[in-house]
Every structure is written in structure tokens, then in C-alpha cells.
């Protein structure tokens, strides 16, 4: 299944499982073969009375699946008389789910479950018998058994329809195929193609059906035999699903209407027409119509395609090629056609007769018969566009295409909880994020960040959730009569499993703590309580849920929990019972608790005790249960007695200043609804809006914290720090016990959301809501900044355009204005009396407007601070509150006003200033098809630019309508299921956005592209809308959705994609006076102004040009074109371009370079570039800006602010006191920085500006050292002997290539050329050409000597050049691909002169507007080339054209391989895919270019991996068999086809690198970075060992635990400091986290142990230091002495007790950046800390070199603790040595830099010292002796000796460089 082309163009199932031979497939029962007269062949007949035990099954075994994707599945059978049959089809959808199909003529009517559908099917009968003529007359007759004279039938069902149709899945492929007696089978085969059996292959080419229009002719092998003479409809029946008969009974499978079936085989016959007579009314009414609309063609079941004609602004109905009327008169309405040409082409025709003196009459209607009415409705495909104006002629018919992006809109946010419930709310397993239902989409909330992810799949409100122990596995039921529970993969967010519950609806769910069971608490239908326990242990593993135990009880349950210690127990509560439940030996028994005096009480929850001893039993646990009268119960589990009973009361006065606050329940008890416990105290929350925090003996409350309603749930979070609450008014939060702070993560109405409106400004939303409130958000928060509560229910909302103004209409018909900044009430209305249905403010600011239920409109003055009244107009708009909320529409620019009414028909446009009324338009008179009027719901305005009204219609239409004339311009049918009930246009007019009942469709403005449609909402929507900066959608009803629009914006200046050549510059500006001309390619306007043919001729005559010849046929297809050696010349290039006619087939764009250089001792022609040239300066300055391509498979450098201080001088060698030892990690972001030599071992790669080259057995490292910016690619000879990388040019000089020779690592020379970045290195065949590719800032191709690395030959390329490769059986040819298709080249060599010859081919149509990205040869002369968009083309190097393109993957395609027959690609999908093209070899047709799709499967799929990133670079055997491959992730990985492995060699950091330490035992080491990640490393090997991951945090900070030598360490920890505050703390014994503290509310900076492990010193962005104890698992000190600063460094290290005059045992240190330095001295033991010194540094009031300020830095001197080393911005560039015992600094030593980050050596006086112009800076601190490296590409951020002295550690960015210090 990873791939469908093998599938085109249809899969013969018989032939694809072998049926004959019963190896794939199964029968059972009578199953014989027999050849057949009437079809000439052998066929299958299944016979028996039992159509269940006698049957074909294919497949076999129900483990193996078909896999077949076509949405079309054909049968080819015939049902055997006077019996019954049946078929199932096992369909899966995209949603996991599995839905069985079934079709029989047993079926008397259509039934429908979640996993089947079960379809009627009424057989046919044979032409002129007497069961056609009774089936004529009564359909429902032939329900049964099948009539005597049946025959061979060709059925067709569509998946894709039947799946989306029926239960609103997608389908993805067919399963199984299960055929019951009895009948007689041919074939069955699936198909991506609508074919029709009818149509012979001749009769199809003659029609022009081809399957590039989705349709076509029966195979051969499928066809039925049809005489000469014949017909075949008269032999054989074929039958559509859907089909287009008569639906009797409903959604039955039948065979369709001939008369509606086939129109193209109809002769048009002419029907007489009737004199009627009629009313003057009715008269007047169809002059009006002749006046508003012109006749149309009858709509027709083909797929419909929309035209969008600028003159007129219409769309045209594609009819179908084989109509035997001419296109033009089927498509328009002549008036020099008589009614009797025109006639067989409408269904209803209105035309005047001769004018009468008097009287009614003279209205001939001509109408068809009845029948033709009743079948197109139905039939019709769910978009039908018709043609309402006079529509023109058109040359061609295109396919509808695919609306991109493909989703264009992916659901952000969801400001919403509750709907069925509000008591599910659950903790994830870390404790940083919870899951709580919102209507029916489940939703899983960081509580640090409110970033949301969704499980959606359910159609109906959540009415239960549940989590398994590890919070992997999560369980949720939704409400309703058809409830499902539906079990999801957390971290995934895939459901693994769906399935039907024996209830009604279930309201609780609980996991088993390893999820392998699942119980569920509902009612049955008779509304009795049951409980059913369900089997999920191999759910995860795509295995079955199945129920083990269902039980009916006559008590209540309220609440209901498996144990976390046995899965097979379970205790309830509910009114007057406790039942504890057990699972035995599949039965489901319960016990109940003897309650005695307390059994009357509602019992409402319960918890067990927390911190379970050990040495008890497992069930010997306390449990404890709520109850509304305040009782709490303690209950011995084990003995099932009552322990205790405790009441818990309110208190008498609980505040002073403030009245007691009465409970929401009667009696004197506290009416608990939740309990949970935890090791430490236990929540409760209550009726009276309280969280309460009790002690265990529930003595006392120590916290408590109050809700605006009941609190219906509580929940401690797995580390016991947090407690979760939800209230019934919906609203979520959680209360931080450590800070005693509350956070509300979600508010929400507590009813249906009525209507909104944003402030685009400030990003604002406000929502009206039928809960009685009116809130405003922050759309990016969620937070509710502001709720309104009234009495009086808001119905609608509006912002005003620009200040914080908002207004609200209420159901009184009172209008408030208020003002958001002041809290005021600026202004109050009475001017309507019934509800008001729409409120808006102009898009100018000056006016406001709204409307009333009973008709009336008013207009006020927004300008004016009370908004007074200007016009109040009765009997206006339509009356009623179904247009609410948005019953008022307002153009763009502010003039016109629109509204439905003063009907129901009508919709009236007025002037925006003054309500006069400019325009009414009957809307019921539009639609002459239509037996019934047509009334309007919603009207909105397109963009003034186009001058348009959209308006909805209760016949389900969408109508365009000039706002000018009113003029019908254009209508869609059935664009929702219901009438749409919003619509909104986007502000540049490209895309329409409906709603409809529950769902959203984004529409291409014009309608020729298929909607996309988008579920989520559980009620219908309200309204929907784009924000004011058009980049989000608001969708309102049940809650409130916030959605991305992810479609780009349009670019104005756009050039035609069929253009041959880019202009890539003009002619110069001419004098201000004269206009400016405009740019044009192909007669195509790109900014404004009349078209023209040419481009404006240059001031001066372009050089003369050395071009090659061009074909005659060739210069036809680009017209005039001049090319020039040196295209960044001034002078313009002149294009003539021709425009080719409506008939003219487009050839591919060709063109020929050709490039002469001299010999070596000439000097360099203008196609060399040198520097100094002026004319080649002036050439830069007069070049247009390049623009970067949009693909990543082209190499873009990461952005740095550093720059290279080039003044350094490096140290000699043999003297450098330091050695790199070890690179830590790859370069992710370089593009085939990779090489591997499988013969030699040569294993090379780049880190920065370092090529590392590695042994792979051993792991030791050799490092190739001479760039200073990072590396973008790599190349290796074909021996293996010499390496070239190339890097960018520092402070804007020349990239650099460097030649290395593998042996001895040396550089055997340099090369700079390229003024951008280098795209990509290669080396020819027989290593004589050496070639590099510039980047899209210079794309300049360069071929080189490999002997003397001398420049042969440039070439100039107009696009981005993005791979580049020498073909591997010729040495001389080459190819390059890059934006503007393929470059063959080929190098002619005439003594010292070297010729490079270029002729590039444009991509082949058929592909599409594309970039090629990739490329390789193979050893038969075959290029491939991959896109951007994941299509493989293969090229015939001999003739240079595509011959063959398949679809190879869904996103870009940016490394390719090709070794013998087997090809590799890797694409931004994280996919590497191994292909199988041995049979492209022999299919090179010379006709059109082949699309695997729709010809025999070329090409295979033979392996696919999914790695961590994008795949930028691979090397393979040459087998294939096996390679490396690198990824952005900064993985290589050693990739094994043969057995299916991926090992991975090298890891690193993606992105920043913030921290690295070593241990003190120096066997590992630690990093981390902004991606949240610490990792682990074995310091001799440099090996991954544990990578612990926080997701959406980064990590600014680490250390180690200090060697103890106490017996209760805990061995060696890791503790990290995050940017949400949290510190966590690691174990590497066990690899998981042991702690985890909150101390500070911004991002922790620093951390440190202290020098006996006893606390932890944490630091956070605002300067506060948190003293941490991990033994008391809390923070017990907060210092704010450097409050107001970030902290930069914390230091511990021991000291004498009474050292520098102050107590303590150990001093510590703290720099904060504000150039103070505060030394401190300790006693954990005693819990004493003194300030022992502080430290402040002078510095200049401003920082003169711009940029970011130095950190300052501080730490004490490892050989002397009583000095202090201090660097930062002062006065100086310096290092400063303090001492505590003088109080005075007492040395200096003078910088170069200032210092970004510096380290101290233990064992010698060594200070490493980094800075931001990346030099590293070694220094003796006793003698000033000192060494400069640069061997980094950035500025340095990290410093670290080990313990030792005797490695360093240095960090630039992601670039980890180990160095081995030998000393100064």
C-alpha cells in the first residue's frame, strides 16, 4: 500500500490473487468453474441454499488485506434466478476504521451502522420481458429474488462516495471481497476510472474519453462480448452506484434510467407547444425574468466544470464530448436559432409569443415530462454550476483541479470545554499537559504554553474520557442513542480503534492501569444502568476490542474506577450505594459496602489513599468517597467495613471583611462533588464554588481557592505540585501548591455561541453567547479579558473598525455601545422592538447599523461619542430571527449596505450614508427550473473590485449577483447538505468560505477547483469569517474555533508559467516626465497599463552573441530570443514573445548556449569573472535582487550576526596548545555534506566549518581544518583520494573550495569563484572535470581542471541551479537541473580550448508548474529528475526529452540515487524510498510523455523508511544495499535494505546548543538545548547513551550531582534548567526524571549544586535565586538581591568553616548582568546563607559598538578559591582577579575582545576564553601568554573544562568542538 501506481490503470483482482489456484484466496461450499456461452469464457459459479456457506473469499486469511486504493470497484456477475445473493466488500478508511459493505436482493431496505451499510439490490430484467414493463410501474416488485430472464450485469460502486456519503469517512483502500451464493462471476477489478462498458476503444478515441479526464472504455479482458449489430445495453445491464433510477426503496442499488443514463444516445425530440393562459402578474413576472436572465442548458449528471469568462463573469456546464450536437450550440443560446434547434437542449423554455392587445395570454411554455424533474436532483453531483449569462465559446474543457493547500485551513485553537460534561479533565503522565473534552473534539492542553493538539473523529458530544497508567493509551464515548467509544494513541493522536457500546450512551469510562481493560457505565434502552468491561490489551497493536463481561444493575452510578493495583477490580458510588466489582471467569459481580446509617446519602466520588507502603497488601488500601451532604468515608478496601466517617462544614465567618458565602445545596453539610488524594493531603471540590487543599485527617484546610460556580471535578496532578479543577460553568485551572498561585487555562459559555466579531487591531475577539454573557478574548492567550452578564439575552456583536469600541443588540432590541479602554457604557438604543438580527459598523468607522426581528433598520452616527440616531426605515428587512446573527452585509469600501428583505424573496441594496435604496432583487424568480420559490438567507459582498453580492438561498444555492444591476451572474447548488447559514469572501477575493449545518468548506472565488470541507463543530455553525489580516478563520457555534488559513497571499507580480525564457531585467528607468513602462512576458500585463508583444528596446545594442544554430520548429515556440554570454550585462535582453492560439499545442522550451573559453595563457573573456572589474561591479550594482527559491533542497546558510575577526594569527604547528579531538555531531542544514566511499572505507562529513572524517570501525576522528564558514556540501572523487568542500566567503568575499587529500588530510589547493553560497561539488567519471554550482544569488555553473584545478568554462544560468551531475558513461556529458528544467551539457575540448555546450528542456506539461530539485544517471543513458513536488520524470539522454513521471512522493524531493535498476529518493517527508526501475529501460515511446498512473505499473516500490528529518544527503553501495544517509535532524544513519535496518551512526543538536558539562568523574558528559533536550554522552566514545526530552520548552542550563561519599547518593544525577522555570532533576541509573520543582515564573538561566549535593541553586531571567532541596523536594529559599537582572553564572566550591570571617562550609557566587557579582557562604546542614562580598563593575552608560551587551561573567579560581574571575562590559576589554581576603582586584589582563563566555583549567592557569568574532582565545594567566583558534563558524556561547584540565569543550551555535589541552 505505500504506493498506488502500480495500481493504474485498473487491478484485475482475479488475475492479481491468482483465484484459480486457492493459494490467496478461499472457497467453501459449491464453488465449480464453467465456460460460459454467452461471454465465450470460463466464469465461477457459486451455487447453495445458504448463501453463508457457500462462497468466494479473496483474501484468504483475514490478516492479509488487498490493498487496493481505486475509488471504483467493479463487479462482473450475474445473479442466478428465483435465488439470493449476496456480496461484502471490507472497505478501510483513512480514519482507521474498517466498514464492511454489503449488497444482496434479500435486503428490503437500506440499513446503516458506524462499521456497516447494508444496500438493497434490485435486479434487472432482460429487454422487452415482462418484468422490464412491471418495472416500469412498480420498482419496489423486483425487491427479491431475481426475475428469470436476469443478465449478466457490470455493477460499479463508488467507495469514495458510499464512505463519504453514509458515515463521513475517508476511503483509503478495499480490505476484502466476499462473494455469496448465489450467482455467476466473471471478474471484479478497482479502478481510479469512471469506464464505460458500452463504449468500444475506437467509439472512445472517436469521443475523446481518455484517462486523463478520469473515464474511458472497458478493458478488454473486462468487456462483455457484443455481436456486430448490437447493442450493448440491450444485452447486458450495467448498474452505477449511486445510481439514477427511480429510489424506490431509498439508497437501493439498482439499474438506472436509460433516459437519464446515457443523454448523448437521446435524439432530441421536439414537444409541442400548449397555449396557457395566465395572469397579468404572471405575464409581468416573466418579462421580468427575459430581463434579468437568458435561457439555459438543462443541467446534467456530468462532472460540471466552471469557467470564469472576464467580459462577462459567467460559468459554463462542461457537457459531454460525445453529444452529437455541436459544442457551440449545446453551450450558448443564438438568437438567429429557431425553438426547434435549440429545444432538445433545456428543460424549461420560456419564450414571448406575439404581442396581444388584451387580455392574459400569449406565454407559450414548452415543459418536459414530469419524470426528467424527478431524476436530476438527485443525481446531480453535489456541486452543480450553471450558466445564467450569455455564455461564450469555449476551445477547450479543463479538469476541475485540487484546491492548494491541500488542507487550506488546519484548526489552531479552541476556546471551548465541557458540552456533554465537564467532570473528564486528565493529567498527562509528566504533568504538563491535560486532555478535557470540548463538545465532540477532544482536546490536550500544555498548561504551560495553551498550545492545543485534537482528537477528532467523533460526531456527537464527549461524554467520557479515560487514561491508562502511563497516559499512552487514551479511551473516549461520546453521548447520543448512537454512542462509540473510540480509543486513541496519545502521542500520536491516531485512533487505533472505534467501536459500538450495547448502551444508549455511556457517561463514565475507566482504564485498567496497563490498558488492558476498559470499563464503560451507561444506560440501555430501557434506560436501565449498565456496566460493560471491554478487552483493549492488544488495541495498540491494531488488534480487536472485544467485550469480556457486561452486567444490568437496578442502582445508581455516579462515579466508577478499575484499581490502579488490580485490573480486575472496581469500586462505584451513586445514590445510597458503594459497590465494589470484580471480574471473574468472564462475568462482572459487585459487592456492596454496608453503609448502615449513611445510606441514604448521593455519593458522588471516590479516591484511593496514595503512597502505598510496601510491606502491605496490595489491596489493603483506604478508600475514600464523597457525598453531597458533606460526608467524607473512609472505607477499608480489603475488609469492605467502614472506617470512619467525617462531615466536613462550612465555616462560620470566613473572612472579616466579607459575608459567608451560602452553599449552592440545602443542609449544613459541604456539598462535595469531587475527591482526589495524594500522598501529602487531599482536594475536594464542592457545590459552593471551592477547591479545597485538607490535611489527611481533614482537620484543617491550609488552602483553599473560589470558583464562579460549582466545582465539578478535581484532579492532583502525578507530582502531587498541581491540582486540576473544573467548574459546571466551564471553566478549567489548576492551583500551584508550591506558589500558591492559580492559573486558568479555559473559560468558556456555557451555551451555544450566537455570533462574534474581531478586533483585528489589537487581535480581539467578542462572542454573544444564548448562556445570557458577552466575552472578549485574546485570540492568541485564550484568555477571557472581559465577560458582560445581563438580563437581557445578547443576540449579536460588532467591533468597531479602529477603536476599542464594541456594540451588542439585544433580544429586547436594545443596542449598547461600549467602550473597551474606559469600561464605560457610551451609548444605549430602544429605537427596535424585536430581537435584533444584525448589527455592524461600517469598514470606514463612521457609521453603525442594526436590525430587528420585526423588520425595522437604523443608522447610526459612529463618529459621535453617544452614537447617535440618523435614520430609523420600518418594513426593511425581512422579518424573523433565522438570519441572525450577521443579517447585515457592508461592501468593502464602505458604500453599500445589504440585507434580505422586505421579503423573504427579495434582498435589497442600499446606500451605506443614507439608506436610500439603490437596488432590489428578486431572488425567487431566478431559478426557472424550480417548482417551488426560492427565498434568501445570507447576502455578504465580494471585494469591491469586483463589485459582486453573494447570497444564499433556501434551495441550498449560492447566487452571484452584480451589486451594480443586480444581473444573475453565476449560482452553485447544493453546496452544503443544508442551507448554508454563513458565508465571508476573502479581502483579496480568491477564496469563499460557507457553513453549513455542522461542517466549514473553503471555495476557490471563482468555483473551479473542488472545496475542501472541514469538521469539528457538534452543533450547526453559527457564523464563520476571516480576521481582518486574512491569515485566521472564526468559526462559532457549539465553542468557539480558531483556524490557520494556510493559503499564500497572492503575488502581484507574477509571470506566465508557459513563458520559454525569464526577463530578468528591463530597460533602464527612463526621465521622471515619461511614464514608466511596465513589465509584460507574453503579452501579459504584470503591473498596469495597456499589454504590449515586446519588452522596451535597450538604450544601447546588445553585444554580439556566439550562439549554436536553432531548429526552425524551435524558434517557432520561443520566438525571437537574444542570448548573451554575460547576462548580467545593463543592457536588457530583447524578447519577442508570440502568443499561441486556443489551438496551438505548446512545445517544450529548448534553447542552446554555447560558452568558448581561451587557453590558459590568454586573458579571461566577458564570460569569466574577475575581481576588480568595473564592468562587472557595475553589473552587480545594476542586478536585480535574487530571490530565494522555495525548496530545501537548496542550501541556505544559518543566519549569524557574528563576524570573523580576520586579524588573527593562528599558532604554529607542532605549538598549538590545543588539539581538536572529537566533532560532536552533523550539520543538518548543509546539502550533501556527506560522503562514503564503500570500497575505500572513506567515511567524511561536515560539523561547521570542520570536515570530519571518521573511522567507522574504530570511531576515531581525523579533521580536515582551513573553512571559517560553515560548509554547505561535499564532493569525492571516484578513487576516493581527494575530498573538495566548499563554504561561503566571509565579510562578503568569495565562497572557498577546498581540495583535500584523504591521506594526509592536507589541502593540495584553494579555490574561490563563487560570490554566494556553493550549491553542490562533483567530480566526473574519470576524475579529469571537477564542477561546483553557485547558489540562487549567483547560479553559475563552473567546470574545472581536477589536474590543475584551473577554470575551463562558465556558464550563466537564469534560475536557481539546484543539483548537478556527470553522466557515468560519458565523461564529457553532464546535467544540471534547477527552476527552469533541465541543462544537458556537453564539454568539447579542441586543443587548449574547452567548449561547453547547454541545451535546456523545459518540464513536461503534464507534471505541472514545478522545480526539479534532484537528479542522477543511471548506466542506459536515463536521467531521473525529481520536483519539488514530488513527481520522478526520466529523461532519453539521447534525444534529451521526458518519456516517463510518476508520483513518488507528497512532498519535495531533494536527494536522488540511482545504482543499476534500483533508485533512491529522500524528501522533505522524512521518507527514503528504494524504487525498482528496471523496466524503464524498454519504454521509451515516441508519442506523448507516459504517466505511469495511466499505464502499466514501471516502475516498484520495494522498501520505505521514515527517518527523523528531511533527507539532505546519501551515499550507497553499489548495490543499494546498503548506505548512509543524513537528515536535518543532524542524524546520519546507516541505512541496511536488505534487512530493514537503520542504525544510527552520528547524532546531534538541530538547533541551538545552550549548555555542555562534564561529569566529575569525566566518564560522560552533558549537553542541552533549545529544543528541550539534555542528553547524555559515554565521554571516551562520544556516544549517545540517554536523551531526555521536554517537549515545547527549551533548555537553557545543566549540571552534574557532586561525587558524594555518603551511602544514601543516589548516584549521579543530572539537573536542568528550562525556559518555562521548571528545574528537573535525572537520574542515569534508572534514565528517568526523579524531580521536578517550579521555583521561578521566567526562564531558569543558571544552575549549580552545591559543593556537598545538598541544595540546588537555581536562577532565573528576572534575578531571582531559588535555593532548591531535593531531599525535601521543595524550594526553601528565594534570594532577590539581583532582582531586576538576569543571572549569568552560579559557582559553589568549598571553604574552610570559618574562612573569611563568615560561618559556613562552602561559598557560592552569583553574576547577574548588570556587571554585579555577589559571594556568598553556606551551611545547608544548619540551613544558614551570608552574604560574604559584593561586587560591582563600572562600565560606559552606553554600549558603543551596537548589538547585544556582554554577559557578565564570574567564577573562582580553581587553584586559589579566594580569587574571583570577573569579565563583562567595562571600561576595558579585560579578565579581573578579585580577591576576597584584600577586597580589591589585584590583577588584570588585558583582551583583544569582549568575551562571550570564558572557562577555567583545574590543573594549570589556564583561561579559555570565547568571543563573538569566533576566536577562541587560550591564555596562561600567570605569564599573558596566549593562542588564537578559529575553528569555529560562529560566535562562541560555551566554555567548559573537564575536572581534570585536561579536555575542553567549546560551543558555537549547534557546533560541538572536544579539545585536548597540552598547555602553553
Known sequence: ?????????????????????????????????????????????????????????????????????????????????????????????????????????????????????????????????????????????????????????????????????????????????????????????????????????????????????????????????????????????????????????????????????????????????????????????????????????????????????????????????????????????????????????????????????????????????????????????????????????????????????????????????????????????????????????????????GQQRFFIGHTDKVSALAFNGNTTVLASAQSGNHSVVRVWNYHKGTCTAMFRTHAHSLSLLSFSYSGGLLCGVGKDKHSKTMVVVWNTLHVSRGGEVTVLAKAHTDVDIQTMKITSFDDTRMVSCGRDNVRLWRLRNRALRSCPVNLGEYHSLEFTDVSFEEGHPADREPDDRTLFVSSRSGHILEIDYSRVIIKNVRRLLPAQQRHAQRREKQTFSSGPGIAVNSISMSPEFCATGSEDGFLRLWTLDFSNIFLEAEHEGPVSLVSVSPDGLQILAATSTGNLGYLDVSSRGYNTLMRSHTDAVLGFSVDGIRRHLTTASSDGTVRIWHMDTLQQLYDFASEDSPCSVAFHASLQVFSCGFSSGIVRVFDISEAKLLAEHNQHRGEVVGLAFSPDGEFMYSADSLGSLALYNALAEDHHVIRVLGNMVVRGTERAPDALAISSDSRCLAFVGPSEYTVTITDARSLDELLRVDVSILDLESTQLDSALKVCFSPASDGQLLITTSANKILWLSAKTGRLLREVSRAHKQPCSSLAVSEDGRFLLTAGHHAIKVWDYNMQMDSQTFIGHSQPVRQVSFTPDQLDVVSVGDAIFLWHFLAHRVDHLTSDHRSPLKVHSISPPKPALEPHPEPVVNGILLSNGMPRQAAPLPSSSPPRLDSSAIDCSEQEALGSVSFCNDPEQPSAIQVTATIPGPSSVPKPAVSFLKVTEMADSSPLNSSHKSEGDPLHDAADLNRKTP??????????????????????????????????????????????????????????????????????????????????????????????????????????????????????????????????????????????????????????????????????????????????????????????????????????????????????????????????????????????????????????????????????????????????????????????????VAAVQGMRPVGEVAN???????????????????????????????????????????????????????????????????????????????????????????????????????????????????????????????????????????????????????????????????????????????V?????????????????????????????????????????????????????????????????????????????????????????????????????????????????????VIKRIALSHWVTCFGLSSSECLIAVGSKERVLKMIKSTSGRFQDFLHHSDSLQTCHFSPSGKLLFTVAYNEILLWEVRGL
Not at 564570574?1754 to 576576597?1780: H, I
Open 1492 to 1666: 505511469v498512473g495511466e499505464s502499466e505499473p514501471r516502475v516498484l516500490l520495494e522498501q520505505e523508511m521514515m527517518l527523523d528529518g528531511a533527507v539532505v544527503s546519501a551515499s550507497f553501495d553499489h548495490t543499494m544495499d546498503m548506505g548512509i544517509v543524513g537528515t536535518t535532524a543532524g542524524t546520519l544513519w546507516y541505512i541496511n535494505w536488505t534487512d530493514g535496518s537503520s542504525i544510527r551512526l552520528i547524532s546531534g543538536h538541530k538547533n541551538k546548543v545552550n549548555d555542555v558539562v562534564f561529569s566529575p568523574d569525566e566518564s560522560h558528559f552533558a549537553t542541552c538545548g533549545e529544543d528541550g533536550s539534555v542528553r547524555v554522552w559515554s565521554a571516551p566514545t562520544n556516544e549517545l547513551v540517554v536523551q531526555f526530552q521536554v517537549l515545547n520548552q527549551g533548555c537553557g542550563c545543566l549540571c552534574w550531582s557532586p561525587v558524594l561519599n555518603s551511602s544514601k547518593s543516589r548516584g549521579s544525577c543530572v539537573a536542568a534548567g528550562y525556559s518555562d522555570g521548571t528545574l528537573r532533576v535525572f537520574s542515569l541509573s534508572t534514565s528517568e526524571m526523579e524531580l521536578k520543582f517550579h521555583p521561578h515564573t521566567m526562564a531558569i538561566t543558571a544552575i549549580q549544586y552545591s559543593a556537598n549535593g545538598q541544595v540546588i541553586l537555581s536562577a532565573g531571567q528576572d534575578g531571582g535565586i531559588a
Open 1187 to 1476: 530571490v530565494q527559491p522555495d525548496c530545501y533542497r537548496h542550501f541556505t546558510p544559518r543566519f549569524k550576526t557574528s563576524t570573523l575577526d580576520q586579524t588573527t594569527v593562528a599558532p604554529q604547528p607542532e605549538e598549538e596548545g590545543l588539539t581538536l579531538k572529537a566533532v560532536i555531531g552533523y550539520n543538518g542544514n548543509g546539502r550533501g555534506n556527506m560522503v562514503w566511499s564503500p570500497d575505500t572505507g572513506l567515511f567524511a562529513y561536515s560539523c561547521g566549518c570542520v570536515v570530519v572524517v571518521e573511522n567507522l570501525h574504530t570511531g576515531s576522528q581525523r579533521h580536515f581544518l582551513g573553512h571559517t564558514e560553515e560548509i554547505s556540501t561535499l564532493a569525492v572523487t571516484n578513487d576516493a583520494q581527494t575530498v573538495a568542500s566548499a563554504a561561503g566567503g566571509s565579510s562578503g568575499s568569495r565562497s572557498l573550495i577546498c581540495i583535500w587529500n584523504v591521506q594526509n588530510g592536507a589541502c593540495r589547493n584553494t579555490i574561490s569563484y563563487h560570490r554566494g553560497s556553493v550549491q553542490s561539488l562533483t567530480f566526473s567519471r574519470d576524475d579529469l572535470f571537477f564542477l561546483s554550482v553557485g547558489d540562487f544569488s549567483d547560479p553559475e555553473v563552473a567546470l574545472w581542471s581536477s589536474r590543475t584545478f584551473q577554470l575551463l568554462a562558465t556558464v550563466n544560468v537564469s534560475g536557481p541551479v539546484h543539483d548537478v551531475a556527470f553522466s557515468p558513461t560519458t565523461a564529457s556529458q553532464l546535467a544540471c537541473v534547477g527552476s527552469q528544467g533541465v541543462f544537458f551539457c556537453l564539454i568539447d575540448t579542441h586543443g587548449m580550448d574547452v567548449d561547453l555546450k547547454i541545451r535546456r528542456v523545459s518540464v513536461p506539461h503534464e507534471v505541472g508548474d514545478v522545480e526539479l530539485t534532484a537528479m542522477c544517471y543511471n548506466t542506459n543513458s536515463i536521467l531521473f529528475t525529481a520536483t519539488n513536488r514530488g513527481h520522478m520524470c526520466a529523461w532519453d539522454c539521447t534525444t534529451q526529452r521526458c518519456f516517463m513521471t510518476w508520483e513518488a512522493d507528497q512532498g519535495e524531493i531533494g536527494v536522488l540515487l540511482c545504482r543499476g535498476n534500483r533508485l533512491l529518493t529522500g524528501s522533505n517527508t522524512r521518507r527514503l524510498r528504494l524504487w525498482g
Open 1 to 449: 500500500m505505500a504506493s498506488r501506481v502500480w495500481q493504474h490503470p485498473y487491478v484485475n483482482i482475479f488475475k492479481h490473487m491468482r483465484v484459480e489456484e486457492w493459494k490467496k484466496s478461499k472457497k467453501e461450499g459449491s464453488v465449480t468453474i464453467y465456460m460460459d456461452k454467452t461471454l465465450k469464457c470460463s466464469v465461477f459459479h457459486i451455487r447453495g441454499s445458504v448463501p453463508a456457506n457457500n462462497y468466494i473469499l479473496v483474501p484468504k486469511n483475514s490478516t492479509q488485506t488487498l490493498g487496493l486504493t481505486g475509488h471504483y470497484f467493479y463487479l462482473l456477475f450475474k445473479p442466478t434466478p428465483a435465488k439470493y445473493f449476496m456480496v461484502h466488500l471490507d472497505v478501510a478508511a483513512e480514519e482507521g476504521q474498517a466498514v464492511r459493505i454489503s449488497f444482496s436482493n434479500m435486503f428490503k431496505e437500506f440499513k446503516s451502522t458506524a462499521t456497516s451499510l447494508h444496500f438493497p439490490f434490485l435486479c434487472g430484467a432482460a429487454k422487452d420481458s415482462v418484468y422490464e414493463s412491471t418495472a416500469k410501474s412498480a420498482r419496489r416488485d423486483l425487491v427479491g429474488p431475481a426475475p428469470s430472464m436476469v443478465r449478466w450485469t457490470c455493477l460499479m460502486l463508488d467507495l469514495q462516495y458510499i464512505l463519504s456519503v453514509y458515515l463521513n469517512r475517508h476511503h483509503s483502500h478495499l480490505k476484502c471481497v466476499k462473494l455469496c451464493a448465489n450467482m455467476v462471476v466473471k471478474n471484479m477489478f478497482t479502478s481510479d476510472l469512471l469506464l464505460d462498458p458500452g463504449v468500444s476503444f475506437s467509439e472512445a478515441k472517436l469521443m475523446g474519453l481518455a484517462s486523463s479526464r478520469g473515464t474511458g472504455p472497458m478493458p478488454r479482458d473486462m468487456s462483455f462480448p457484443v455481436p456486430k449489430g448490437c447493442s450493448w445495453h440491450d444485452l447486458y445491464d450495467y448498474i452505477r452506484f449511486p445510481s439514477e433510477g427511480a429510489k424506490l426503496p431509498f439508497d437501493s442499488i439498482q439499474k438506472g434510467d436509460p433516459s437519464t443514463s446515457d443523454p448523448a444516445r437521446e435524439s432530441p425530440t421536439r414537444e409541442l407547444s400548449r397555449s396557457v393562459d395566465i395572469s397579468k402578474a404572471v405575464q409581468d413576472r416573466v418579462s421580468l425574468i427575459q430581463q434579468i436572465t437568458t435561457p439555459r442548458p438543462r443541467p446534467q449528471s456530468l462532472t460540471p466544470l466552471v469557467t470564469n469568462v472576464p467580459e462577462l463573469g459567467v460559468v459554463s456546464t462542461a457537457l459531454s464530448a460525445t453529444d452529437s450536437q455541436p459544442q457551440e450550440d449545446r453551450l450558448c443560446h443564438r438568437d438567429d436559432k429557431s425553438p426547434e434547434e435549440s429545444q432538445g437542449s433545456e428543460s424549461l423554455r420560456v419564450t414571448p409569443g406575439p404581442p396581444h392587445s388584451a387580455g392574459d395570454g400569449g406565454v407559450h411554455v414548452y415543459v418536459h415530462h414530469e419524470d426528467d424533474f424527478n431524476n436530476d436532483s438527485e443525481e446531480e453531483e453535489e456541486i452543480v454550476c450553471t450558466a445564467v449569462s450569455q455564455p461564450v465559446h469555449l476551445s477547450s474543457t479543463k479538469e476541475r483541479q485540487k484546491l492548494h493547500p491541500d488542507p487550506i485551513l488546519r484548526l489552531n485553537r479552541i476556546i471551548g470545554f465541557g458540552g456533554a460534561t465537564t467532570k473528564c479533565v486528565l493529567w498527562s503522565a509528566s504533568g504538563d499537559a491535560v486532555v478535557y473534552p470540548c463538545h465532540a473534539i477532544i482536546v490536550s492542553m500544555m498548561i504551560s504554553s
Open 1668 to 1784: 532548591n532541596s531535593p531531599l525535601k523536594c521543595e524550594t526553601i529559599h528565594y534570594i532577590k538581591d539581583h532582582r531586576g537582572a538576569p543571572v549569568t553564572t552560579i559557582q559553589c566550591v568549598n571553604k574552610q568553616y570559618k574562612e573569611f570571617g563568615v560561618k559556613g562550609n562552602e561559598m557560592w557566587l552569583a553574576a547577574s548582568s548588570d556587571r554585579r557579582v555577589s559571594v556568598w557562604a553556606a551551611d545547608w546542614l544548619k540551613d544558614t546563607c551570608d552574604i560574604l562580598d559584593w561586587l560591582t563593575f563600572p562600565a560606559p552608560a552606553y554600549f558603543e559598538e551596537g548589538g547585544s551587551m556582554p554577559p557578565s561573567l564570574a567564577a573562582f579560581c580553581p587553584t586559589d578559591s579566594g580569587l574571583v574571575l570577573y569579565t563583562g562590559y567595562g571600561v576595558e576589554k579585560e579578565l579581573s582577579f578579585y580577591s576576597l581576603a584584600k577586597k580589591q
